[in-house]
Nanobody
């Protein structure tokens, strides 16, 4: 079964950290660019970070180095380490797997709430 399953979301205080994980199944994981997107209430979905099959990373400029994306091709997982979280980071975070123009997959999302 082809699926992406996110985990690790939750409630955290400003300045705290969270680590999101995405477990992929049913795909040739190492061939895919993995990404994390987020969608805040009333806003469009936006790219947070991505990592290609060879490990090239890309981040949203607004993050200012607070987040780090990684992948483990032996476990078919991708992760997003989020540090110094701010209230504006509150959003539903989605895992994405893309293989060129051939396939584009989405998880169901995990909610991150940053609040005191």
């Amino acid at each position: 079964q082809v699926q992406l399953v996110e985990s690790g979301g939750g409630l955290v205080q400003p300045g705290g950290s969270l680590r999101l994980s995405c477990a992929a199944s049913g795909i040739m994981f190492r061939m895919y660019t993995m990404g994390w997107y987020r969608q805040a209430p009333g806003k469009e979905r936006e790219l947070v970070a991505s990592i290609t099959s060879v490990g090239t990373t890309r981040y949203a400029d607004s993050l200012l180095g607070r987040f780090t994306i990684s992948r483990d091709n032996t476990k078919n997982t991708a992760a997003l380490q989020m540090n110094i979280l701010k209230p504006e980071d509150t959003a539903l975070y989605y895992c994405n797997a893309q293989w060129g123009d051939i396939r584009n997959l989405w998880g169901k999302g995990t909610l991150v709430t940053v609040s005191s």
